[in-house]
């Protein structure tokens, strides 16, 4: 988004809604219904196997088709995705990291597609490209869980889609660093802005090593590095933490890349406000939530969002509807269209309390940027385990302060008497739902597109990208031949994991601080000994992510709480299959096992586990489940054989753990 002269009015930033559901098509009408209602960027949001590389006949993708986005398996489905849409004119933001550089082939290849029915010059089209990806691997490891290579061959495919862009879709925001998940993974503003500043450092270093890009052209990727981040409900500790952002951002673009110009060094970023914040007891809480966040990042003009894309008021009850996610963006609207924000300068400049905030911030980020370099950078810090164990601690601190009253939640631990809410009046379908015909849809159409392409074709395109990935060229067009040749998603990714590998994250879990001193762990940790002594045996608990689902925060909270009142703890980390949940509860004997499912795949994996355990012989092994479950779902799964559903207003730990030491007793025949 152009910045404006000082004199004049600021003009609205990029008014986005995060969305994609069930199917290109479905997902296409949805996004022209939002234009027209005066959405002004894309912002696809893609479902999980997509996001880690499967495609809908995997077996891992089994519950995820079309749940939490839109499925995009090859160039046939890119092409419905955006019918109608002419992609030169269009701004569009897709949600994709591991797999960036595959989507990015296919949305490329389906807009000279667009050139050439037109009679258009297809490198002016691709010229006038505009958007980004958000291709952050790094918070990947730290938060949201859907990475699929190591480290150094993910930073690889990052720098050389940054090269291939700057050279050729100069418009194209190559990458999107997030501070966003960092935030809702535990950050304090300080770490967001530290973690998300090491990350840019990695990045922009390994383009600057690579040799692709000449040194009299890093200013040209600096202005092309754009932020995603998170406003909390602190609207103005999150306000001073975008000044500080700014600030160091200018700072270090000049100091460590030599860029001259103030207008590449500007913090280009967007925003998503804090949709783990919302809550779903009394969601109707949620909209003033939603605009006091909305503020955090519009309020001070020089450290203004430039695109925005708010969460619906029901977003922990489920998928929104349609006309939730209007409201949304109306909300954008009236703050942009009716008030007078943007016809001033800086209202924040001068005061003392706002920059004292600024500079309590900056000085933490410079000090944890320092630490984080001295141990060899952010790659090295995830592989470590050092900045997760982090985000793991501050987010145990975090919660505590919720369960002992420090922090307020209106109508969680406060206030909690209510009303009923017509917004959730009986008969109305308060969320969107997903036809499991979806699924069979997809899997029906995948394999039908895999006997209509030239599969020689395929097997030649992969065979060279498998080939190039194996030295150090640049990866970009051999992937742009695959998508035109129409490989799947699935098999672009497995001929990469065959090169590179898979990875799997530290968790965090065995670094993070312990819960001493809390009456309630010390009262529950006295019952766990008891039920010990009266087995035999230590207590343990398998903690478990089944499916695709890699936003881990609370399954790690759970297995920090866990240990902390005296169980032992299992816990493998994200993305395992019911069977291996399953293998693992009977290898390591566990009394009870806790799966942790957000993505809506619950009723497909976890009456799989409760299955698998009656067929291992262990079908006296307890299972719970967490999750943004609706209460019919929960209905559903208690009826299959799950013996306890929490969601997001079950937030004390410590009680959720001295209900699984009365489950266990009340299994083992224990009074």
Same mark, same amino acid.
């Given at each position: 988004?152009?910045?404006?002269?000082?004199?004049?009015?600021?003009?609205?930033? +990029?008014?986005?809604?995060?969305?994609?559901?069930?199917? @290109?098509?479905?997902?296409?009408?949805?996004?022209?219904?939002?234009?027209?209602?005066?959405?002004?960027?894309?912002?696809?949001?893609?479902?999980?196997?997509?996001?880690?590389?499967?495609?809908?006949?995997?077996?891992?993708?089994?519950?995820?088709?079309?749940?939490? &986005?839109?499925?995009?398996?090859?160039?046939?489905?890119?092409?419905?995705?955006?019918?109608?849409?002419?992609?030169?004119?269009?701004?569009?933001?897709?949600?994709?990291?591991?797999?960036?550089?595959?989507? !990015?082939?296919?949305?490329?290849?389906?807009?000279? =597609?667009?050139?050439?029915?037109?009679?258009?010059?297809?490198?002016?089209?691709?010229?006038?490209?505009?958007?980004?990806?958000?291709?952050? /691997?790094?918070?990947?490891?730290?938060? $949201?869980?859907?990475?699929?290579?190591?480290?150094?061959?993910?930073?690889?495919?990052?720098?050389?889609?940054?090269?291939?862009?700057?050279?050729?879709?100069?418009?194209?925001?190559?990458?999107?660093?997030?501070?966003?998940?960092?935030?809702?993974?535990?950050?304090?503003?300080?770490?967001?802005?530290?973690?998300?500043?090491?990350?840019? /450092?990695?990045?922009?270093?390994?383009?600057?090593?690579? &040799?692709?890009?000449?040194?009299?052209?890093?200013?040209?990727?600096?202005?092309?590095?754009?932020?995603?981040?998170?406003?909390?409900?602190?609207?103005?500790?999150?306000?001073?933490?975008?000044?500080?952002?700014?600030? #160091?951002?200018?700072?270090?673009?000049?100091?460590?890349? *030599?860029?001259?110009?103030?207008?590449?060094?500007?913090?280009?970023?967007?925003?998503?406000?804090?949709?783990?914040?919302?809550?779903?007891?009394?969601?109707?809480?949620?909209?003033?939530?939603?605009?006091?966040?909305?503020?955090?990042?519009?309020?001070?003009?020089?450290?203004?969002? $430039?695109?925005?894309?708010?969460?619906?008021?029901?977003?922990?009850?489920?998928?929104?509807?349609?006309?939730?996610?209007?409201?949304?963006?109306?909300?954008?609207?009236?703050?942009?269209?009716?008030?007078?924000?943007?016809?001033?300068?800086?209202?924040?400049?001068?005061?003392?309390?706002?920059?004292?905030?600024?500079?309590?911030?900056?000085? %933490?980020?410079?000090?944890?940027?320092?630490?984080?370099?001295?141990?060899?950078?952010?790659?090295?810090?995830?592989?470590?385990?050092?900045?997760?164990?982090?985000?793991?601690?501050? #987010?145990?601190?975090?919660?505590? *302060?919720?369960?002992? &009253?420090?922090?307020?939640?209106?109508?969680?631990?406060?206030?909690?008497?209510? =009303?009923?809410?017509?917004?959730?009046?009986?008969?109305?379908?308060? /969320?969107?739902?997903?036809?499991?015909?979806?699924?069979? @849809?997809? +899997?029906?159409?995948?394999?039908?597109?895999?006997?209509?392409?030239?599969?020689?074709?395929?097997?030649?395109?992969?065979? @060279?990208?498998?080939?190039?990935?194996?030295?150090?060229?640049?990866?970009? =067009?051999?992937?742009?031949?695959?998508?035109?040749?129409?490989?799947?998603?699935?098999?672009?990714?497995?001929?990469?994991?065959?090169?590179?590998?898979?990875?799997?994250?530290?968790? %965090?879990?065995?670094?993070?601080?312990?819960?001493? *001193?809390?009456?309630?762990?010390?009262?529950?940790?006295?019952?766990?000994?008891?039920?010990?002594?009266?087995?035999?045996?230590?207590?343990?608990?398998?903690?478990?992510?089944?499916?695709?689902?890699?936003?881990?925060?609370?399954?790690?909270?759970?297995?920090? $709480?866990?240990?902390?009142?005296?169980?032992?703890?299992?816990?493998? %980390?994200?993305?395992?299959?019911?069977?291996?949940?399953? @293998?693992?509860?009977?290898?390591?004997?566990?009394?009870?096992?806790?799966?942790?499912?957000?993505?809506?795949?619950? #009723?497909?994996?976890?009456?799989?586990?409760?299955?698998?355990?009656?067929?291992?012989?262990?079908?006296?092994?307890?299972?719970?489940?967490?999750? /943004?479950?609706?209460?019919?779902?929960?209905? !559903?799964?208690?009826?299959?054989?799950?013996?306890?559903?929490?969601?997001?207003?079950?937030?004390?730990?410590?009680?959720?753990?001295?209900?699984?030491?009365?489950?266990?007793?009340?299994?083992?025949?224990?009074?």
């Amino acid at each position: 988004m152009p910045y404006p002269t000082d004199r004049e009015r600021d003009r609205p930033w +990029v008014m986005r809604t995060y969305a994609g559901h069930s199917s @290109a098509a479905a997902s296409n009408e949805l996004y022209r219904r939002n234009l027209a209602k005066g959405q002004t960027g894309l912002s696809v949001a893609f479902d999980l196997p997509t996001q880690t590389g499967y495609d809908p006949d995997h077996q891992l993708s089994r519950g995820e088709v079309g749940k939490v &986005g839109v499925p995009v398996s090859h160039i046939g489905d890119m092409r419905r995705l955006f019918e109608g849409i002419p992609l030169a004119e269009a701004n569009t933001s897709m949600t994709i990291n591991a797999p960036a550089m595959w989507l !990015l082939a296919l949305y490329v290849s389906v807009a000279r =597609e667009q050139a050439e029915a037109e009679g258009r010059d297809v490198d002016e089209v691709l010229a006038k490209l505009t958007g980004t990806t958000q291709n952050d /691997i790094i918070k990947e490891y730290l938060s $949201r869980g859907t990475y699929i290579f190591p480290p150094g061959p993910s930073l690889r495919l990052i720098t050389d889609m940054i090269a291939w862009t700057v050279h050729h879709v100069p418009k194209w925001n190559p990458i999107n660093i997030c501070s966003y998940h960092l935030q809702e993974a535990g950050a304090t503003p300080t770490q967001e802005v530290a973690y998300a500043l090491c990350t840019a /450092i990695a990045v922009l270093d390994a383009v600057r090593d690579s &040799g692709q890009v000449d040194a009299a052209d890093m200013a040209k990727v600096v202005a092309r590095i754009s932020f995603f981040v998170n406003a909390g409900v602190r609207f103005v500790e999150e306000m001073s933490k975008m000044r500080a952002f700014t600030a #160091l951002w200018d700072e270090l673009t000049r100091d460590r890349y *030599g860029v001259t110009d103030p207008k590449a060094r500007r913090l280009r970023y967007g925003v998503q406000v804090n949709s783990l914040g919302l809550t779903e007891a009394q969601p109707e809480n949620n909209v003033q939530r939603i605009v006091l966040e909305m503020l955090a990042v519009s309020l001070s003009r020089g450290a203004r969002a $430039r695109a925005i894309q708010l969460p619906a008021w029901n977003e922990a009850l489920g998928l929104p509807r349609p006309w939730d996610q209007q409201w949304a963006l109306r909300m954008q609207q009236v703050l942009a269209f009716e008030t007078d924000l943007l016809e001033y300068e800086d209202i924040f400049d001068g005061s003392h309390v706002i920059q004292a905030k600024v500079d309590e911030i900056m000085t %933490g980020a410079r000090e944890e940027i320092a630490r984080v370099q001295d141990l060899g950078g952010a790659v090295a810090a995830v592989e470590s385990g050092y900045m997760k164990s982090q985000l793991v601690a501050s #987010l145990a601190e975090y919660r505590r *302060g919720m369960e002992n &009253g420090e922090r307020v939640l209106v109508g969680v631990n406060k206030f909690e008497t209510t =009303e009923p809410s017509p917004l959730q009046a009986e008969g109305a379908k308060a /969320i969107e739902t997903i036809d499991p015909a979806v699924e069979k @849809a997809a +899997v029906t159409a995948i394999e039908e597109w895999r006997t209509q392409r030239d599969n020689d074709a395929v097997e030649r395109s992969l065979a @060279a990208l498998k080939e190039r990935a194996r030295t150090t060229e640049n990866l970009f =067009e051999a992937t742009v031949d695959c998508a035109r040749a129409g490989v799947t998603t699935g098999e672009w990714s497995g001929a990469l994991r065959e090169v590179f590998g898979e990875y799997r994250a530290p968790t %965090g879990v065995s670094a993070s601080a312990a819960g001493g *001193g809390d009456p309630g762990i010390e009262r529950v940790r006295s019952r766990v000994r008891e039920t010990e002594a009266e087995l035999g045996e230590r207590l343990r608990i398998l903690v478990g992510k089944p499916g695709l689902d890699g936003h881990s925060n609370g399954a790690e909270q759970v297995a920090v $709480r866990a240990r902390d009142v005296g169980f032992e703890v299992v816990y493998q %980390g994200i993305r395992l299959t019911p069977e291996q949940i399953v @293998a693992a509860a009977v290898q390591e004997g566990v009394h009870v096992v806790g799966l942790s499912v957000l993505s809506g795949s619950h #009723l497909e994996v976890v009456p799989n586990v409760v299955d698998g355990l009656r067929a291992a012989g262990a079908g006296d092994v307890p299972v719970i489940v967490g999750g /943004i479950i609706p209460p019919d779902d929960a209905a !559903l799964l208690t009826e299959r054989g799950i013996a306890r559903v929490f969601t997001p207003k079950d937030y004390e730990l410590t009680e959720i753990m001295d209900g699984i030491v009365s489950l266990v007793r009340e299994r083992n025949g224990l009074s």
